[in-house]
């Protein structure tokens, strides 16, 4: 078990003092959500002079296969001992910052993260990637748990904190609202949108619940545009519905676009992008579409990239973005309804005055939600909660 990165001592720029923060969730080269996140704040915290080390949640050992510098630990999931280990490689820091969400760390319901965060003296945050409007009596119970073993709580909407309060046993003076963070380098990128055949972009990982058969669906009633748009779906399978059920609903998708004829129409790109080449990749659609069919996502970092790109956004009614576009920067629409779909991104196609006022309304949201703005943030709550333990 390696701790360098964390019990170091604190390096001094300008008079300031970096705080060492230690992370506990999935990493790269793992393919989830909650890795991307992990790299993106744990890197933008690190160029701002502040040490970062990972603890990654894995199924088996990596550590003896994979030598990433940042990464100082692993918590095995099923490994009795494993909380233990890796609480006392996040004791040598300042503050621990551990994303939570079902299914990433063993036991029920991941409560094998509980050991850990009961064996930790240095403060914590927890971030809530999930909270579910609709619990079993145990995931309640783990939340309740995680967070009354936590310093602080971070949600990332105001919709995630409001379903706390009403939903759960939970200390609200210690949850804070940072929102998910976005790059920068999104609103950098040269946009070739509105050249040529309009592109209706669709990306992230892939499996049931993301709603890309209504996507498909819908643009069969658009066909009558001139020229009619191509509908891009770029991500990869997500890892463990891959484990599960191999690559089924990829396969039931092409196949549907078969069937209603637009296999010019649409494009099914299975590479898992850098950053770099997302914001390509983003820079050159006309509309972002998210057809998820879920009414319980009260995160999405996709959506968070679409709104900084500065891209108009179609998407149906999940409570992030009923949040986030409520300020014009997109249009909602009902979950699994091909036709709402379809009214919606013609009016973006053909109304440019319309695309205009989102692309302004997605200017003043953007820049609290890029990761140097959101950083910030998570330095402050750090600093916060270390003076707090100095003088209690």
């Known amino acids: 078990m390696r701790g360098a990165p964390l019990c170091g001592a604190a390096s001094r720029k300008a008079g300031s003092v970096s705080t060492r923060f230690g992370f506990v969730s999935t990493y790269p080269p793992t393919l989830c959500g909650l890795a991307t996140f992990t790299a993106a704040l744990s890197g933008e915290l690190t160029t701002t002079d502040n040490t970062c080390g990972v603890i990654r949640a894995v199924d088996v050992p990596q550590l003896s296969r994979r030598r990433d ?24 820091g300042d503050i621990a910052v551990v994303q939570h969400e079902y299914g990433i760390y063993g036991g029920w319901d991941g409560d094998e993260i509980l050991p850990l965060l009961a064996a930790l003296t240095v403060p914590s945050i927890v971030v809530l990637h999930t909270v579910l409007g609709a619990p079993t009596t145990h995931q309640r119970e783990v939340l309740e748990a995680v967070a009354a073993l936590s310093s602080a709580v971070v949600t990332m909407t105001v919709a995630a904190r409001t379903r706390l309060a009403t939903g759960y046993a939970i200390d609200m003076d210690r949850v804070t609202v940072i929102p998910h ?35 498909v669906e819908a643009m069969a009633l658009l066909r009558d545009l001139d020229p009619a748009p191509r509908y891009l779906v770029a991500g990869a399978t997500h890892p463990k519905v891959l484990q599960q059920q191999g690559e089924s609903y990829r396969t039931g ?30 820079g050159s659609a006309d509309v972002v579409l998210l057809p998820y069919d879920s009414i319980e996502q009260v995160t999405s970092g996709v959506l968070i990239e679409a709104v900084a790109a500065l891209k108009p956004v179609v998407a149906t009614r999940f409570p992030h973005a009923v949040e986030l576009l409520s300020g014009g920067a997109g249009l909602l629409v009902p979950q699994r309804d091909p036709v709402a779909i379809a009214d919606a991104v013609r009016t973006l196609l053909t109304a440019p005055d319309l695309t205009d006022r989102m692309t302004a309304a997605a200017i003043a949201a953007t820049p609290a939600v890029l990761w140097a703005t959101v950083a910030e943030q998570y330095v402050e709550l750090a600093n916060q909660l270390i003076r707090g333990r100095v003088s209690a």
């Open 69 to 92: 510098t940042e990464v100082v630990g692993e918590l095995v999931a099923g490994d009795a001992g494993s909380g233990r280990q890796v609480a006392a490689v996040l004791n040598l």
């Open 181 to 215: 963070g976005a790059p920068a380098a999104l609103r950098r990128t040269t946009s070739s949108a509105g050249s040529g055949r309009p592109t209706v972009l669709t990306w992230g990982l892939l499996g049931p619940g993301k709603g890309i058969e209504w996507g």
């Open 253 to 282: 998708l092409t196949l549907r676009a078969h069937e209603l004829g637009l296999d010019d129409i649409v494009t099914m790109d299975d590479c898992y992008r850098d950053s770099a080449a997302l914001a390509e990749l983003v």
